[in-house]
């Protein structure tokens, strides 16, 4: 209509729909209270180039509130370092005991609500289907998904376990954006 009024007509914004031009650099994070795994992606071709990955260790003897502080400044100095849009974390799992839940809970509500400060869009996957895309097989052992990580980023070494989890997590996001709409991942 303000075409036809002479006026000056705005470019309506575009939905992008491949996730690899709006989300370049993809944080992968495994809460746990004594081991949360992180890695760091970015999209590149002909494959994802690795930023960085670790574990964020606390040792047994540091009570609740000290780990929970380190996590935090951890991820914030990743971010800050490497400043990725978009962070996909491991869905929650069924836990027998319900202190291990909790005790999971408070690192995975420390570390979401980091990632939320810096304001990076969040998604979830389920462990099972992080396997299934990176495995072939949703009940693939941690070794398993660890050697196919290390091959698919081309690393020297397998990363550690929780690193390579995390790892696994920002491929998935990553492989399954390539071919689906956001409707398969659950935005939280």
Same mark, same amino acid.
């Given at each position: 209509?303000?075409?036809?009024? !002479?006026?000056?007509?705005?470019?309506?914004?575009?939905?992008?729909?491949?996730?690899?031009?709006?989300?370049?650099?993809?944080?992968?994070?495994?809460?746990?209270?004594?081991?949360?795994?992180?890695?760091?992606?970015?999209?590149?071709?002909?494959?994802?180039?690795?930023?960085?990955?670790?574990?964020?260790?606390?040792?047994?003897?540091?009570?609740?509130?000290?780990?929970?502080?380190?996590?935090?400044?951890?991820?914030?100095?990743?971010?800050?370092?490497?400043?990725?849009?978009?962070?996909?974390?491991?869905?929650?799992?069924?836990?027998?005991?319900?202190?291990?839940?909790?005790?999971?809970?408070?690192?995975?509500?420390?570390?979401?609500?980091?990632?939320?400060?810096? !304001?990076?869009?969040?998604?979830?996957?389920?462990?099972?289907?992080?396997?299934?895309?990176?495995?072939?097989?949703?009940?693939?052992?941690?070794?398993?998904?660890?050697?196919?990580?290390?091959?698919?980023?081309?690393?020297?070494?397998?990363?550690?376990?929780?690193?390579?989890?995390?790892?696994?997590?920002?491929?998935?996001?990553?492989?399954?954006?390539?071919?689906?709409?956001?409707?398969?991942?659950?935005?939280?």
């Amino acid at each position: 209509m303000q075409s036809r009024l !002479g006026g000056v007509r705005q470019a309506e914004p575009r939905l992008l729909t491949n996730i690899g031009q709006r989300h370049r650099i993809i944080l992968g994070l495994d809460p746990s209270l004594r081991g949360t795994g992180y890695g760091l992606i970015e999209l590149a071709k002909p494959f994802p180039k690795t930023l960085a990955y670790g574990t964020i260790a606390c040792p047994k003897g540091w009570e609740h509130s000290r780990c929970l502080v380190h996590i935090v400044q951890h991820l914030r100095a990743a971010l800050k370092e490497h400043q990725p849009t978009l962070c996909v974390v491991e869905g929650l799992f069924y836990a027998q005991n319900l202190q291990t839940a909790q005790i999971m809970g408070e690192a995975r509500g420390a570390a979401l609500a980091t990632i939320a400060e810096a !304001g990076l869009e969040i998604y979830e996957l389920a462990p099972r289907r992080v396997k299934q895309a990176i495995v072939g097989y949703g009940g693939a052992q941690k070794l398993a998904v660890a050697k196919m990580v290390q091959r698919l980023l081309r690393l020297s070494e397998t990363p550690p376990p929780d690193a390579a989890d995390a790892l696994a997590l920002a491929l998935a996001h990553a492989q399954e954006q390539g071919r689906y709409s956001c409707n398969g991942h659950k935005r939280i």
